[in-house]
């Protein structure tokens, strides 16, 4: 086999984020580093010991899972209770978690793993609010340069926003974060909400995880079904956008996704549109083009590479 791609996944479960470890978990083809919690869906106490379920559910109870931080750099803490449910996992029953939380700081680990790495190996894969990603860069601006890339799920352009008009939730929570890592010059992948909007979790494909009759398949469906209500109220469709696994799907299969390098810009200063990802997708601007925006996914590849993936666990 090819080398394997090293990666953090920096997270804040929530049943979405729980489906990309998941998915990770399954692929071979990744090396998972360590997992870092952050605080986002639900406050960290809880994110982390998700974290260390998912990882227990994976069958992975040797991962590293760390805590990071517990509030944004800057705003209030925000949280999104309404859709994740008050633990931030609802749906499946699973067991509290055995493993231990590693003792390191998460933003510790992300620093001291980039810079014992060998140089542009490692990807960043943020599934939450960027806080830790931020952190990390202030704690050690050196690792700009070593990390390989870092392939995310925020923001969003024509589809708009979805805790404002105008702003995407994990850059909402920790907008002076999402700022300091898009002007860090890190080759970025974006996956914002013009493509998750796109992989909807309909009731035919969550059958397709509960007909794997496995214990992964069946909280996979749990947790869809629970997460899935919120969204489908809002949007009236079946099924709700499945975000965050469309970050590990594209380190698996890129060319499920299309887009294109643009300039994104984060808003700091209006309270009207804070934490808008403004994406010049046209050109308009001379600003240097700091990221690979996707805007379109093959979501029937998508899922077929789901299901496939998660039977393996
Ligand atoms: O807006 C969707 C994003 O916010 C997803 O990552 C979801 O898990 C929440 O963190
Ligand atoms: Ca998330």
Same mark, same amino acid.
């Given at each position: 086999?090819?080398?394997?791609? %090293?990666?953090?996944?920096?997270?804040?479960?929530?049943?979405?984020? &729980?489906? &990309?470890? !998941?998915?990770?978990?399954?692929?071979?083809?990744?090396?998972?580093?360590?997992?870092?919690?952050?605080?986002?869906?639900?406050? !960290?106490?809880?994110?982390?010991?998700?974290?260390?379920?998912?990882?227990?559910?994976?069958?992975?109870?040797?991962?590293?899972?760390?805590?990071? &931080?517990?509030?944004?750099?800057?705003?209030?803490?925000?949280?999104?209770? #309404?859709?994740?449910?008050?633990?931030?996992?609802?749906?499946?029953?699973?067991?509290?978690?055995?493993?231990?939380?590693?003792?390191?700081?998460?933003?510790?680990?992300?620093?001291?793993?980039?810079?014992?790495?060998?140089?542009?190996?490692?990807?960043?894969?943020?599934?939450?609010?960027?806080?830790? *990603?931020?952190?990390?860069?202030?704690?050690?601006?050196?690792?700009?340069?070593?990390?390989?890339?870092?392939?995310?799920?925020?923001?969003?352009?024509?589809?708009? =926003?979805?805790?404002?008009?105008?702003?995407?939730?994990? *850059?909402?929570?920790?907008?002076?974060?999402?700022?300091?890592?898009?002007?860090?010059?890190?080759?970025? +992948?974006?996956?914002?909400?013009?493509?998750?909007?796109?992989?909807?979790?309909?009731?035919?494909?969550?059958? %397709?995880?509960?007909?794997?009759?496995?214990?992964?398949?069946?909280?996979?469906?749990?947790?869809?079904?629970?997460?899935?209500?919120?969204?489908?109220?809002?949007?009236?469709?079946?099924?709700?956008?499945?975000?965050?696994?469309?970050?590990? &799907?594209?380190?698996?299969? @890129? #060319?499920?996704?299309?887009?294109?390098?643009?300039?994104?810009?984060?808003?700091?200063?209006?309270?009207?549109?804070?934490?808008?990802?403004?994406?010049?997708?046209? =050109?308009?601007?001379?600003? @240097?083009?700091?990221?690979? +925006?996707?805007?379109?996914?093959?979501?029937?590849?998508?899922?077929?590479?789901?299901?496939?993936?998660? =039977?393996?666990?």
């Amino acid at each position: 086999m090819a080398d394997r791609q %090293k990666i953090i996944i920096d997270t804040d479960p929530g049943q979405d984020d &729980a489906v &990309a470890m !998941l998915l990770a978990f399954g692929s071979p083809e990744l090396e998972i580093l360590g997992i870092t919690a952050v605080a986002g869906n639900v406050p !960290l106490k809880l994110t982390e010991k998700n974290a260390r379920k998912i990882c227990e559910l994976a069958g992975k109870p040797e991962t590293k899972v760390f805590a990071g &931080a517990i509030r944004p750099l800057v705003r209030d803490p925000v949280s999104a209770e #309404e859709v994740h449910g008050k633990t931030g996992l609802d749906g499946p029953d699973l067991p509290e978690p055995t493993m231990k939380l590693q003792e390191q700081y998460a933003v510790d680990f992300i620093v001291e793993t980039i810079m014992s790495e060998k140089f542009g190996t490692v990807t960043l894969c943020p599934l939450g609010p960027l806080t830790n *990603i931020a952190l990390a860069l202030i704690r050690e601006p050196k690792i700009a340069k070593r990390i390989r890339q870092i392939v995310l799920m925020g923001g969003g352009f024509f589809e708009g =926003g979805n805790v404002t008009p105008a702003a995407e939730f994990n *850059i909402f929570v920790d907008p002076q974060a999402a700022d300091l890592v898009f002007r860090s010059g890190i080759p970025i +992948v974006m996956m914002p909400l013009d493509v998750t909007h796109k992989a909807l979790t309909k009731a035919s494909r969550v059958e %397709k995880f509960r007909k794997l009759g496995t214990r992964v398949g069946n909280a996979t469906a749990d947790m869809l079904e629970f997460f899935e209500l919120f969204d489908e109220r809002k949007y009236g469709s079946d099924g709700g956008p499945l975000h965050d696994p469309c970050v590990i &799907a594209y380190l698996l299969k @890129p #060319e499920l996704f299309s887009g294109r390098e643009c300039n994104v810009a984060i808003e700091t200063g209006s309270e009207l549109t804070m934490g808008m990802t403004v994406i010049d997708w046209w =050109g308009v601007t001379k600003r @240097p083009k700091n990221a690979l +925006v996707m805007h379109d996914i093959d979501h029937d590849g998508f899922f077929d590479l789901l299901v496939e993936r998660l =039977g393996r666990l």
